[in-house]
DNA sequence: CGTTGATGTTTGCGCGAACAACTTTCTACA
DNA sequence: TGTAGAAAGTTGTTCGCGCAAACATCAACG
């Protein structure tokens, strides 16, 4: 038997076909807004935080970018006027990314896009039981392969499930 | 109320976190047994076709990337004898690109621990039912977002499981 | 209070991938 | 049959990102 004809390798080249092909859907709408898809996820992800503003390594952990990506990604943003650096007042080696009023205006220009973007490639494409349960399982596996995903949010412990 | 809170957005998120989570838990194998993420889809797309070959630029379709990025990892993999190109004989432009011996081999000697690797972080996680309801949403997505996702292959579908 | 090690961020460097231009070959059409 | 245009693949160029080293600051400890 061919002994790479497994189902498992079927179940993972599945998900992975459905992230990527997933994301390229929706990066034309970044590109049209002048963003990349890493452009686009530091900035969601800043304005998902409180204030609007997250520590570099924090953004870092939140993105599965390395610290130093970040730090060049915020260089562009900056530059951009998107974002912008300010000093965290209780360690000076620490910064803030903080999102601009510009920021807030490029993501609230394109949320509406995007959104429906989600809808058409994803969400409309279930039903609300079946996309109930398609989440539940996400979180199931989520929650096993990335530990950290909520660094800078909240200090939360950590369980091992032995 | 915040515009950057919606539930569409968290899917989208989860979805991602799960894909590159998962990706960089499988990755320590690949690098043990010296390959790349890239490399590793390279070969195993090669593996599961017809007489372990395919066209370069079938081989580009299948993995998202582009036509150059297959040139220079085939390329690579060449360099390392795990594949070898071979000419069309129907079409002097064509190339084939197909797995050597040594790369049968080293396909085999790292996929006990890769489909280890996918029970330990995937569908071990779920119920059979659960993992079963799980891939047949992912397919009904991948249908949708990756219409030509089966370029070269053109035989059959694969058995819908259940 | 100075030294040592840890932590947060940035820079030097190299690799890998996309884009576009180019070469070769195929196909269509008159 | 000859020409135009399309298609397959490779190469030049550019750029983004990770790794490791460097730099700045903090925390601990004598």
Redesign the interface.
Known sequence: MD??????????G?????????????NKTFSAAGLSEVDFETL?RL??SPQHKLRMSDLAGQT?LSTSGITRVVDRLEREGLVQRCPCSTDRRASYASLTEAGVNR??AL?PQH?ED??T???S??APE??A???E??????D???PC?TAGVERVEQVTTG
Do not use: N
């Open positions: 002994p790479f004809d497994d189902p498992r390798l079927t179940a993972m599945l998900l992975a076909e459905v992230s990527t092909g997933l994301a390229a859907q929706l969601i304005a998902r599965s993501l609230t949320m959104l989600i809808d490639w994803f969400t494409l279930l079946q996309l349960t398609f989440l399982t996400l979180r199931t596996i989520r096993v392969v990335r995903a």
